[in-house]
């Protein structure tokens, strides 16, 4: 199974700023998926980052806000743009590889 | 649209004790069902797949079209199994979509 790995595992970070989270994989994945995990809250997904092409978003996440890059197969980033205290959060990259998804360990963002 | 309910936020029973999370889906589709669990401090992870028709950790779920549902059930309890499930299906597009949760406590 592929081995997720994100950095940075936590940060405080002040409104206004942004913040921008890596993702790396062991292996050469086709689809990357970013999910948002707000306390108390199901797992939500932002974006589908294929590499070569423009991430596909869902309903309620834009570009502006969550730009992401996907460099190549073993690599993408998130960008929280502009915070502020509701995108305090833990936001979890995956891959899927036979049909399962597979998750990093987390980015815990507080944003004050 | 696809979704997944689960309508417990907690279910808390005893040791020993038979346990069932309640699932149900909305898909157009033929899905493909799974149930993640989150044990304390530890990542996500994959418990069981519905494909696969399999016991993991004594865990089953059957996958019932007729009633739309995924229930999770274990005959016997352990302490160890104290964590949050969640309840997932993956649809169009390979995405996955996940239900709200629930955190199972098992007390001795």
């Known amino acids: 199974s592929a081995v997720i790995s994100q950095k940075p595992s936590r940060d405080i970070c002040q409104r206004g700023t942004s913040l921008t989270i890596q993702c790396q994989v062991d292996s050469q994945v086709t689809m990357m998926f970013w999910y948002r995990q707000q306390p108390g809250q199901s797992l939500t997904l932002i974006a589908t980052a294929n590499q070569g092409s423009e991430a596909t978003y869902e309903s309620g996440f834009v570009i502006d806000k969550f730009p992401i890059s996907r460099p190549n197969l073993t690599f993408s980033t998130l960008t929280v743009s502009n915070m502020s205290p509701e995108d305090s959060s833990i936001y979890l990259c995956?891959?899927?590889?036979?049909?399962?998804?597979?998750f990093g360990p987390g980015t815990r963002l507080l944003v004050l | 649209a696809q979704r997944v309910t689960q309508p417990e936020k907690l279910l808390s029973v005893f040791k020993g004790a038979p346990v069932e999370l309640k699932c149900n889906y909305s898909?157009?589709?033929?899905?493909?069902l799974f149930w993640y669990v989150q044990y304390s401090r530890q990542r996500l992870q994959l418990l069981l797949r519905?494909?696969s028709r399999e016991s993991i950790k004594g865990f089953t779920a059957d996958l019932n079209k007729g009633e739309t549902s995924f229930h999770l059930k274990k005959p016997f309890a352990q302490e160890e199994d104290s964590a949050m499930y969640y309840c997932?299906?993956?649809?169009?597009?390979?995405?996955?979509?996940f239900g709200a949760g629930t955190r199972l406590f098992v007390k001795a």
């Open positions: 898909y157009s589709g033929s899905p493909e």
């Open positions: 995956s891959v899927d590889e036979q049909e399962t998804q597979y």
């Open positions: 519905h494909i």
């Open positions: 997932a299906l993956r649809g169009g597009g390979f995405k996955t979509i």
